[in-house]
């Protein structure tokens, strides 16, 4: 079966007799192939190319799909059934889309309907599973588009928001008394009136802040005034209005009483009597009402502030770039951290908006903060979108939408940015290329963004620019081998110099017995000095939790978890054990239950420790952690940045989380407590990881003028990367690199492809990884087949792993004919009766 993307117009225009029109869809499920309807015949001017439509699948279930193709071909095995509602009149996926989704499918091993329901924010997926919710923000009474009569009974049905009632999809339909009805429910959610979810997890509790107004026959300095006489004799009650007013200007400033005041700002103030407050609401001076509160402040959208002028270095970078897009469609930009990359982006983007295109630009996870959205909403407006991995679906699909309808020509987001319904694109940035949270890991498609947006830049004509301050080796290498143009920029902005990095031997000061617990006294030394200067510190450990191990230290027994072949952690502030990989958790053991003792103890550190052990030494600092225990709310990562960043907190200690992009005027010291953990990591890109994560790091120190300073504690101070991380030099660290990869065989000079079989009986698991590897090495030849084997982690969430690592020649024939013998040698497997229950996973440029 093909694809006919190009397919435009579906009806012959002068069609004589009844034509039969099947159509191909893309189901957002994992399954091999495409699956063909039935156009019923009335409905044959319906079909739109990329649109929704609605199909049964399986006894029961209905669900919506993309439409891939339309033709008059029946499909040759199966009685093709008709399609049962059209939802969309226009693409909600773009030809381009398509293209690139393809291309992912293939390129990542996977299929279209993964990439499909990877793309898709849940809201556009439409299944007999759905539920509908009134949306947070919806009021009927001001609602900007009127209802319409069917619109109207589901609306009654909902209640009101605080009910935070849902209905099934079957409800909807009883209610209607129609089997198409997602139409309806289409528009419901166009008009913002509902939203939809799937999981009842998902359901959106809605967070609503009870506030009172000034009723508005008050308003007016008439009316107050004799409201004043009307209350003289009941001082309580005239308290609570004095206090109102004094916060809220509601004669000056009309809209200012009609946002109010919370309520708790009166009931809750112990000058005030609380039963006042709710007589003056009883009897109709104040006005009760509720506010929904935003979960992602923003800024309002609208443009206040022009690019900053670009230094003669930027300037210069911005032409070099501008030159190498004549001749070639790639750059990377390689500036040291705190050049002021962003201020380049910003220009390119302005140059890119002015020619008429659409901009994408990413940003790993961790790094799209308050910080750069408001930075760029300050430049670009309400042009600019932002797509984000803890946005609700519903603020997804106004992305999506946004997009599509062009209100949105920029956009800033994370990996999955990639989906959106771009058709245009002039130009797109990757801003810290090298980051490995680029990559998807789990689910398919195992994408790399990166690797996504240039294909995505060659599909649509766009320029891409790479930037970062320690290019991905790759990425590099590419470069200099003349396929992307190379600009570096290699001095920071304004006086800011580079920090000056120093090692601390740790087994040295161990042995001398200077160590307090995990702090030399060099390191020590340095934070008081800076807290002293008022100067902030970040403290880098690989290593969140209270300590990696806890171990019994009669009989040396180890806490493991119930589904991973791993230890568990211990958190100290939930006094728990817990699973880094399956979430697993238990109680802290207090007795050894192998031996009875009660000598468990601790081995080993991590992020909670250090912090803790601060707090105890330095009782005047004031201390913050940063990683994916305490950020696990919404807002919190950016509440902790923000803390920060105003100086209420001296010192912040955490995970890598703050090694990335993040530009802090009044950090002066740097320290990273165990490097050593961080190189000694079994994987061929250990070193590259570290030189990134010690240069990340280190480059949030001293950047408003202030010189910085590193402190990196280690055990063995002679390892070679830290001569490269001190000499600040990544040319001279990439060739030690790019010789190393050579002369093993690691990409680039290759690719990899790593097979990963799961299953839940240990034994079956190893029989099926042994038959793939078989299959791999008749097919690819027993050299570009390394395993199978079991990983340092052999078990995962009850699953027992085996690994298999494919190394090829990286000519794309080679790859090419590689994947399709990959996917028979998983067919031969996947065919066997016994090996039924076993997934095989491949992942195409594992990171
Ligand atoms: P990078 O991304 O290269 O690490 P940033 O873009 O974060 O660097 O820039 C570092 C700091 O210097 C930021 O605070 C930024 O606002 C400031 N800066 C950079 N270039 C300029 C400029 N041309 N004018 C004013 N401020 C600038
Ligand atoms: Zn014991
Ligand atoms: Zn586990």
């Known amino acids: 079966m093909t694809l006919a993307l190009d397919f435009i117009s579906p009806t012959p225009a002068s069609a004589p007799d009844r034509v039969t029109l099947f159509v191909d869809v893309i189901l957002p499920l994992p399954l091999p192939r495409l699956y063909t309807y039935r156009v019923p015949f009335e409905l044959n001017d319906n079909v739109v190319i990329g649109g929704r439509v609605i199909v049964q699948f399986g006894a029961k279930k209905t669900l919506s799909c993309i439409v891939a193709a339309v033709h008059e071909t029946p499909p040759a095995n199966y009685q093709a059934k008709y399609i049962l509602e059209f939802i969309d009149d226009a693409p909600v996926v773009t030809q381009p889309q398509l293209k690139l989704f393809r291309w992912m499918a293939d390129y990542y091993l996977c299929t279209l309907g993964e990439v499909i329901n990877a793309a898709l924010p849940a809201a556009l997926k439409l299944s007999s599973e759905s539920r509908i919710q009134l949306h947070p923000g919806f009021a009927r009474e001001d609602n900007e588009y009127p209802l319409t009569p069917q619109e109207g009974i589901i609306v009654d049905a909902l209640g009101t928001v605080s009910d935070g009632k849902a209905l ?48 508005h026959r008050y308003v007016s300095a008439g009316a107050l005034e004799e409201l004043f006489n009307v209350l003289g004799s009941k001082p309580k009650q005239l308290d609570a209005l004095l206090h109102y007013l004094q916060r809220v200007p509601v004669v000056q400033n009309e809209h200012a009483n009609h946002a109010g005041l919370e309520k708790a700002a009166l009931t809750s103030s112990p000058r005030l009597s609380a039963s006042a407050v709710n007589t003056l609401i009883k009897n109709g001076v104040l006005e009760q009402f509720d506010q929904i509160v935003s979960r992602f402040p923003m800024d309002d959208g609208t443009a206040t502030q022009p690019n900053f002028d670009l230094t003669a270095a930027q300037l210069a970078a911005r032409d070099e770039i501008m030159t190498h897009f004549g001749a070639r469609d790639i750059a990377l930009l390689h500036g040291v951290t705190g050049s002021g990359k962003t201020e380049i982006y910003i220009d390119l983007i302005q140059q890119a908006l002015a020619g008429g295109g659409q901009v994408l630009y990413l940003l790993p996870e961790i790094a799209l903060t308050a910080q750069i959205v408001t ?182 027994w180890i806490p493991k978890c119930a589904n991973c072949a791993v230890s ?23 007795k050894c239950p192998a031996c009875g003792s009660r000598a468990v103890k601790t081995v080993g550190f991590g992020t909670e420790k250090i912090e803790d052990d601060l707090k105890i030494m330095l009782p005047q600092a004031n201390v913050q952690r940063m990683d994916l225990d305490t950020t696990r709310a919404k807002n919190s990562y950016q509440q902790i940045i923000s803390d920060f960043e105003k100086q209420n907190t001296n010192v912040l200690v955490g995970t890598q989380m703050v090694t990335k992009g993040l530009d802090f005027a009044n950090v002066s010291l740097v320290g990273i407590i165990n490097a050593d953990s961080i190189i000694h990591y079994p994987d061929f890109r250990a070193h590259e990881r570290a030189y990134q994560m010690f240069v990340q790091v280190s480059g949030r120190a001293g950047r408003k003028g202030k010189k910085g300073k590193v402190l990196i504690q280690t055990a063995d101070p002679t390892q070679v990367i830290f001569d490269k991380v001190m000499r600040n030099d990544y040319e001279e660290f990439y060739n030690y690199e790019i010789t190393q990869r050579h002369e093993h065989g690691y990409p680039p000079f290759t690719r990899i492809i790593k097979m990963t079989v799961k299953h839940v009986e240990q034994g079956v698991g190893e029989k099926a990884a042994i038959l793939l590897a078989q299959e791999l090495v008749e097919r690819l030849g027993a050299g570009a087949v390394l395993g199978p084997e079991a990983p340092y982690i052999f078990r995962i969430r009850n699953f027992f792993l085996q690994e298999i690592t494919i190394k090829l020649e990286r000519a794309h024939t080679v790859l090419r004919h590689a994947k399709e013998q990959i996917g028979a040698a998983m067919d031969v497997v996947r065919d066997q009766k016994e090996f039924k229950q076993a997934r095989l996973v491949a992942d195409v440029d594992p990171m």
Not at 187 to 205: C, G, N, P
Not at 402 to 431: E, K, M, T, Y
Not at 513 to 536: C, D, P, V, Y
Not at 568 to 585: A, D, F, Q, T, V
Request: glycine share 8%; hydrophobic share 40%; with cysteine.
């Open 168 to 215: 099934t999809f079957t409800e909807v339909g009883d209610l209607l008394g129609i089997a198409s009805f997602h139409k309806v429910i289409k528009s419901l959610m166009h008009k913002d009136v509902i939203f939809l979810f799937e999981h009842t997890a998902d359901k959106y509790a809605p967070k609503v802040l009870k506030k009172v107004r000034l009723a």
């Open 375 to 556: 930075r760029l909403l300050r430049v670009f407006g309400a042009r600019l979108g932002v797509y984000h991995s803890k946005f609700s679906d519903n603020e997804r699909v106004e992305v999506w939408n946004g997009v599509l309808g062009g209100r949105f020509q920029v956009v800033v987001g994370v990996r999955s940015a990639v989906f959106l319904p771009f058709d245009n694109l002039a130009l797109i940035i990757v801003d810290e290329e090298h980051e490995s949270s680029y990559k998807q890991y789990d689910p398919a498609p195992r994408y790399n963004a990166r690797e996504v947006a240039l294909m995505m830049g060659s599909f649509q004509g766009a320029k891409v620019l790479l930037g970062s301050a320690t290019p991905a080796v790759e990425t590099y290498y590419q470069a200099r081998q003349g396929r992307y143009g190379l600009v570096t920029l290699s001095k920071r902005f304004g006086e800011a110099g580079m920090p000056d990095v120093e090692l601390v031997d740790t087994r040295k000061a161990r042995e001398q017995k200077t160590m307090h617990n995990h702090f030399s006294a060099e390191l020590l030394g340095e934070i008081e000095r800076k807290l002293g200067a008022q100067e902030q510190v970040i403290l880098f450990q690989n290593r969140r939790g209270y300590s990696p191990v806890v171990a019994c230290d009669d009989c040396g």
């Open 568 to 590: 568990l952690s211990y958190h100290k502030h939930s006094h728990e054990l817990r699973c880094h990989y399956c979430g697993y958790h238990e109680s802290m053991v207090v």
